[in-house]
């Protein structure tokens, strides 16, 4: 990479945008040869070896892991099929509409410190600090939810009271570590075909269910049985519709956590082949992710398996009924409600089988999700806003101080040795959750500053190399959606003993004073001001991504040309009908 137009460039040099208004610019650093926010030197510099197959299954393999195979188990169970279908249809058009704000940003600039980066330069210092850091700590708790999760799915052949858990969190987590220190490369090629096995096995499943459905598997057609009788709707907390409608509300929590890794493809740009072309086709494919992962199965499994049945683990709700019957607890439940499909079938053999597929789902999870958590440090560095040590990276482009830092967050999930799997992975949920939201959030915020400035400068649409379909009005529309499920995500913990509720109320809540902390804490120490519209600087840096995407392109360009014609009809093949879903 040509660092001398970088060096040449002044501290403070200005450049015209289309409009011909003058844009400052201030975030060269000369000295180090760094643009904030876009790594140039060998020393902190990331390898671009993920090449599209790997940045849509890394993106597809993240979003298919607990929160879809586990989590599902305990929305059914509090509050029915009913209630799980909406919700998680519900939260997949929020998804989706983050999803296009943070690939219109990401197409224009492709920047190292991901979309850290974007709220700095588009928004706010002050909110690329405070997004930078709660997404780091939501990926430095999820990490360990993945491990709990594990012991979890170990528990169906192996109860704690026999093997410890934290035996199997050693063993995961000390696996994780060894695939990210290796390179970008070799964790992109595992994580392709360990994510191309899960798509595999969650299409077999929503089959199967299918077929289970239908009484293909025990000759029992079930139909819509189970939504007349237990019911589509469990009332939750208080009795009749209104305790129906407050329990399809308390999903939104489990439904907001089966999709917070979908928003990770924003983090893989800085080692992305040709970001502008990968980045927008994994966003726009994402709208027929959810509807065949999620919403088509989680309509299925509704018509499987009873939201009373006692073989699920979190069947027993102790803000339900505290005296319940302690069926949940025994070795006979499932962690996932897909398992307990083919145990209430009587098929044989299978559900071992399903349960050592989902532990593989929740290994690959995990494993992505130390990734995230160490770009996420590396870019927050990038981004001027942590220590440069994080910035620094080895021969083979990994950031080896932001790695080995997250993964010891991890060993939170030693917790499980001494306390319930079950308990600890609600905890959690309601922290990876709120501090999901709170990323969510500042995308959508971003990408309205974003829409703004650009207006403001001239840039019009067919002047993106993507454009997200429903524009601003879309981020507005998602904005409130998420603020509303953030404030009320909880609201039962304000129902019933406060001495046995005040867990999760700080678990549920914590990350919200700690974000207002970070924004308020931040302007008051750096006297940060907000972007003004026509002052964004949407160029510093661009040229440098061009030149790659030049060069990048150039030599596919050659590639094909040396590669023979029946190859190139199998490419394209794959393309057209294949890679849409892989």
């Keep these: ?84 279908f909406i919700s998680y249809t519900l939260v997949g058009m929020i998804v989706y509409l983050v999803m296009t704000a943070l690939g219109e940003m990401a197409a224009w600039l492709p920047m190292s410190a991901g979309f850290t980066g974007y709220a700095s330069r588009f928004c706010d210092p002050s909110l690329g600090f405070a997004l930078g850091w709660t997404y780091w700590l939501k990926y430095i708790i999820v990490t360990p939810n993945q491990l709990t999760a594990a012991a979890l799915v170990i528990q169906f052949w192996l109860p704690r009271d026999q093997v410890n858990p934290g035996v199997w969190i050693a063993i995961f987590l000390v696996a994780i570590i060894f695939i990210n220190y290796f390179g970008i490369q070799f964790f992109g090629e595992f994580e392709f075909w360990l994510s191309s096995f899960k798509v595999i096995v969650i299409l077999g499943v929503i089959l199967l269910a299918l077929i289970i459905a239908c009484g293909g598997a025990d000759g029992d057609p079930r139909g819509f049985r189970y939504w007349n009788e237990p019911g589509a709707f469990a009332p939750y907390i208080a009795k009749g519709s209104w305790g129906q409608f407050l329990g399809f509300w308390s999903t939104m929590v489990t439904a907001t956590f089966a999709y917070l890794s979908t928003e990770l493809v924003g983090v893989t740009v800085g080692e992305a082949q040709n970001p502008r072309k990968t980045i927008p086709r994994a966003i726009k494919l994402t709208f027929y992710r959810i509807v065949v992962f999620y919403c088509v199965s989680i309509l299925l499994i509704g018509m499987c398996v009873p ?104 060993l939170l999930a030693f917790l499980n040795v001494s306390d319930d799997s079950k308990q600890v992975f609600s905890y959690f949920v309601n922290l990876t959750t709120i501090f999901g939201l709170l990323t969510w959030i500042s995308i959508l915020v ?87 519209p026509h002052e964004c600087d949407f160029y510093t840096g661009k040229d440098i991504i061009d030149r790659e995407e030049e060069e990048f392109l150039a030599a596919q360009a050659a590639k094909r040309a040396a590669t023979p014609e029946g190859k190139q009809g199998l490419a394209r093949f794959y393309r057209r009908f294949v890679s849409w879903l892989f």
């Design 1 to 84: 990479m040509e660092k001398q137009g970088v060096v040449q460039r002044s501290a403070r040099s200005t450049t015209s945008s289309p409009s011909g208004d003058k844009v400052s610019y201030n975030d060269v650093d000369i000295e180090n040869s760094h643009i904030r926010g876009i790594e140039t030197s060998a020393e902190t510099s990331l390898h671009r070896g993920l090449k599209a197959r790997h940045i849509t299954m890394i993106a597809i393999g993240g979003a298919i892991g607990t929160g879809l195979i586990i989590g599902t188990g305990k929305a059914l169970a509090q509050a029915g099929p009913g209630s799980i």
């Design 307 to 410: 939201y009373d049945s006692q073989l699920l683990s979190f069947a027993v709700d102790p803000t339900k009924d505290p005296n319940a019957s302690k069926n949940a607890n025994s070795s006979n439940a499932s962690a996932s409600p897909f398992v307990v499909a083919i145990k209430l079938a009587n098929i044989k053999a299978l559900d071992h089988i399903l349960n050592a597929c989902i532990l593989l789902f929740v290994f690959s999870a995990a494993n992505s999700d130390l990734y995230i958590a160490s770009r996420t440090l590396y870019g927050l560095s990038s981004d001027g806003a942590a220590p440069s040590i994080f910035r620094k990276t080895d021969k083979k482009g990994v950031p080896l101080y932001s790695l080995f830092t997250s993964a010891a967050f991890a």
């Design 446 to 532: 971003t990408h309205i500053w974003f829409v703004r400035a650009r207006r403001a400068q001239n840039l019009t649409n067919d002047m993106m190399p993507y454009s997200a379909p429903l524009g601003v009005w879309g981020s507005y529309v998602a904005l409130f959606m998420c603020i509303l499920i953030a404030l009320t995500k909880n609201y039962d913990v304000f129902v019933g003993d406060w001495s046995k509720k005040y867990p999760t109320f700080i678990t549920g809540y914590l990350g919200i004073p700690i974000y207002l902390i970070l924004i308020f804490g931040h302007k008051a120490w750096t006297k940060s001001k907000g972007v003004r």
